[in-house]
């Protein structure tokens, strides 16, 4: 092998992915370990963390033996899921399951941390203020968050919350397991919003956050500077991997970063969208803001100062996925968007609203729920497929005008990746109902092992920000036509007033006095 080349770990929701990425970006193998999800009728989810682990040494194993007389590893870049929390006790060892960031079991106790006499949207406004001011971001009232994890272990897993030495995410998890080493980023931590995020502030917990969440101090992970190297490899894990212990392991970030920095949208205003198992809105802002009302924020970027847009909604690619598992349940997903295409543009009047999970952007509400609507008896399975593939897009768009409106311009360059990227008709969609071009990233399910990957090449020196972008591979570009945007400008702006006006039905359905 002629060129560097590194290790990247991304932990999904849906399960872990490991390749070998070389420092041009090409990812050289890659494998695939699931991992099973557990709901609960109280609003849990919850995954083992032993499953990760054994599951993320396998894939390593099986990607080392791949690679043709490889070369030493260049380091390790770690990303995945985030908003999660991980109880470890002083060994390491996980105590519970890890609370996944759907998980809104803490509302009740976020309610009291955010709230107050008098509240705006779940928040006092003296808290509020200081939340924006030194974050620029604020715990969900929800409860989805790490906030609300830590307030229901605190409350209904005691003693695995005593036991804890360290509420963690996800990444810095996996980095504990291959280092030895307990530590956080600002980066990593921004869920929990506990650190002063102002140009210029110091690495650290800032006291006034932590006491406004009802965070105990000594729970926390020890703080280091984003993109610093969290160490080397344990010597028994890397015995078990097949590596060198001098392997250098770049601390982790969340999905939302490499996933920017895998599709080369690394300078200020390049917009990403990511349509995965979640799905967001995305760019890189010379700017710290907030918006808590559409729950939008720009949280600690690529590098120390620059910062990144943060939004989510809880459904993306799944909303396909529960299609095909739930509903129709006799073809995989090439199956799904062929038949999808057969069906005219606007689904034939369906409207697909695809808030399985609630959602979080723009639009907190843990209530709502998905729905199809103007379903009559001339609608067709290709109808019901292309709703859901529209719905998501439709979702898309609403969030990409609030994002907008919070950088205060239109984004550069929208670049579709994800799972749902793979589908060209979904790039056509989003391309139609938003009304811009879209560039679909190469290799679009591996954007965020190759962006794992340039985050380690960056912060070890091998690469800059500006190789990194020319560096990302683009597929193909959709234009949007001018014969849909009738359809779907009318559908869309149901869609729109659909999220309103069902807001206060699904919370008699779903809010706690329905449970």
């Given at each position: 092998?002629?060129?560097?080349?590194?290790?990247?770990?991304?932990?999904?929701?849906?399960?872990?992915?490991?390749?070998?990425?070389?420092?041009?970006?090409?990812?050289?193998?890659?494998?695939?370990?699931?991992?099973?999800?557990?709901?609960?009728?109280?609003?849990?989810?919850?995954?083992?963390?032993?499953?990760?682990?054994?599951?993320?040494?396998?894939?390593?194993?099986?990607?080392?033996?791949?690679?043709?007389?490889?070369?030493?590893?260049?380091?390790?870049?770690?990303?995945?899921?985030?908003?999660?929390?991980?109880?470890?006790?002083?060994?390491?060892?996980?105590?519970?399951?890890?609370?996944?960031?759907?998980?809104?079991?803490?509302?009740?106790?976020?309610?009291?941390?955010?709230?107050?006499?008098?509240?705006?949207?779940?928040?006092?406004?003296?808290?509020?203020?200081?939340?924006?001011?030194?974050?620029?971001?604020?715990?969900?009232?929800?409860?989805?968050?790490?906030?609300?994890?830590?307030?229901?272990?605190?409350?209904?897993?005691?003693?695995?919350?005593?036991?804890?030495?360290?509420?963690?995410?996800?990444?810095?998890?996996?980095?504990?397991?291959?280092?030895?080493?307990?530590?956080?980023t600002p980066a990593s931590m921004i869920?929990?919003?506990?650190?002063?995020?102002?140009?210029?502030?110091?690495?650290?917990?800032?006291?006034?956050?932590?006491?406004?969440?009802?965070?105990?101090?000594?729970?926390?992970?020890?703080?280091?500077?984003?993109?610093?190297?969290?160490?080397?490899?344990?010597?028994?894990?890397?015995?078990?991997?097949?590596?060198?212990?001098?392997?250098?392991?770049?601390?982790?970030?969340?999905?939302?970063?490499?996933?920017?920095?895998?599709?080369?949208?690394?300078?200020?205003?390049?917009?990403?969208?990511?349509?995965?198992?979640?799905?967001?809105?995305?760019?890189?802002?010379?700017?710290?803001?907030?918006?808590?009302?559409?729950?939008?924020?720009?949280?600690?970027?690529?590098?120390?100062?620059?910062?990144?847009?943060?939004?989510?909604?809880?459904?993306?690619?799944?909303?396909?996925?529960?299609?095909?598992?739930?509903?129709l349940t006799d073809g995989g997903y090439?199956?799904?968007?062929?038949q999808a295409a057969a069906a005219a543009?606007?689904?034939?009047?369906?409207?697909?609203?695809?808030?399985?999970?609630?959602?979080?952007?723009?639009?907190?509400?843990?209530?709502?729920?998905?729905?199809?609507?103007?379903?009559?008896?001339?609608?067709?399975?290709?109808?019901?497929?292309?709703?859901?593939?529209?719905?998501?897009?439709?979702?898309?768009?609403?969030?990409?005008?609030?994002?907008?409106?919070?950088?205060?311009?239109?984004?550069?360059?929208?670049?579709?990746?994800?799972?749902?990227?793979?589908?060209?008709?979904?790039?056509?969609?989003?391309?139609?109902?938003?009304?811009?071009?879209?560039?679909?990233?190469?290799?679009?399910?591996?954007?965020?092992?190759?962006?794992?990957?340039?985050?380690?090449?960056?912060?070890?020196?091998?690469?800059?920000?500006?190789?990194?972008?020319?560096?990302?591979?683009?597929?193909?570009?959709?234009?949007?036509?001018?014969?849909?945007?009738?359809?779907?400008?009318?559908?869309?702006?149901?869609?729109?007033?659909?999220?309103?006006?069902?807001?206060?039905?699904?919370?008699?359905?779903?809010?706690?006095?329905?449970?």
């Amino acid at each position: 092998m002629n060129q560097r080349w590194y290790l990247a770990i991304d932990l999904g929701t849906g399960g872990t992915k490991v390749g070998a990425v070389a420092e041009d970006g090409r990812v050289l193998h890659a494998e695939f370990s699931s991992v099973d999800t557990d709901l609960t009728d109280d609003g849990g989810c919850e995954q083992d963390t032993e499953q990760w682990w054994i599951g993320t040494v396998a894939s390593i194993r099986h990607v080392l033996a791949a690679l043709d007389e490889p070369s030493e590893c260049a380091g390790i870049g770690i990303t995945g899921q985030w908003g999660s929390t991980v109880a470890v006790g002083g060994d390491g060892i996980a105590l519970a399951p890890c609370v996944l960031w759907s998980d809104h079991r803490g509302a009740p106790w976020s309610k009291k941390v955010t709230g107050g006499t008098v509240k705006v949207s779940g928040y006092a406004p003296a808290k509020i203020v200081q939340w924006l001011r030194l974050a620029g971001g604020a715990p969900n009232p929800n409860g989805a968050d790490p906030t609300g994890h830590a307030q229901f272990l605190k409350h209904e897993r005691p003693d695995a919350y005593r036991r804890a030495a360290a509420l963690i995410e996800p990444v810095d998890f996996v980095g504990l397991r291959l280092t030895g080493r307990t530590a956080a980023t600002p980066a990593s931590m921004i869920g929990s919003w506990l650190t002063d995020n102002r140009p210029g502030a110091a690495v650290g917990y800032d006291a006034t956050l932590v006491k406004l969440a009802r965070r105990d101090r000594a729970k926390l992970p020890d703080l280091i500077a984003t993109g610093s190297v969290l160490g080397t490899l344990l010597p028994d894990v890397a015995a078990e991997l097949g590596l060198p212990i001098s392997t250098p392991v770049v601390c982790g970030v969340p999905d939302l970063h490499t996933a920017a920095m895998g599709a080369g949208a690394v300078a200020d205003f390049a917009g990403h969208i990511s349509i995965s198992t979640t799905a967001w809105v995305s760019a890189p802002v010379p700017f710290k803001k907030a918006d808590v009302i559409h729950q939008l924020a720009s949280i600690p970027g690529l590098r120390e100062g620059s910062y990144l847009i943060a939004n989510n909604h809880e459904t993306g690619g799944s909303a396909l996925r529960w299609l095909r598992d739930a509903v129709l349940t006799d073809g995989g997903y090439d199956t799904l968007t062929a038949q999808a295409a057969a069906a005219a543009p606007g689904s034939g009047g369906v409207i697909f609203c695809p808030w399985l999970n609630g959602e979080r952007s723009p639009v907190s509400d843990e209530n709502l729920r998905a729905s199809f609507l103007n379903v009559s008896v001339a609608t067709t399975r290709a109808d019901l497929i292309r709703a859901v593939l529209e719905g998501v897009a439709y979702n898309a768009r609403w969030l990409l005008e609030v994002t907008e409106k919070f950088a205060g311009r239109p984004l550069d360059g929208l670049r579709l990746l994800g799972g749902g990227a793979t589908s060209d008709l979904w790039c056509q969609i989003h391309a139609d109902i938003i009304g811009r071009r879209i560039q679909q990233v190469a290799d679009p399910v591996n954007v965020n092992l190759r962006g794992a990957a340039w985050f380690a090449a960056l912060h070890l020196g091998h690469l800059t920000l500006d190789e990194i972008a020319a560096r990302a591979p683009t597929a193909r570009t959709f234009e949007p036509s001018a014969q849909t945007a009738p359809t779907y400008a009318r559908s869309y702006s149901e869609f729109v007033r659909l999220a309103k006006a069902q807001r206060q039905m699904y919370r008699r359905l779903n809010g706690p006095r329905a449970r």
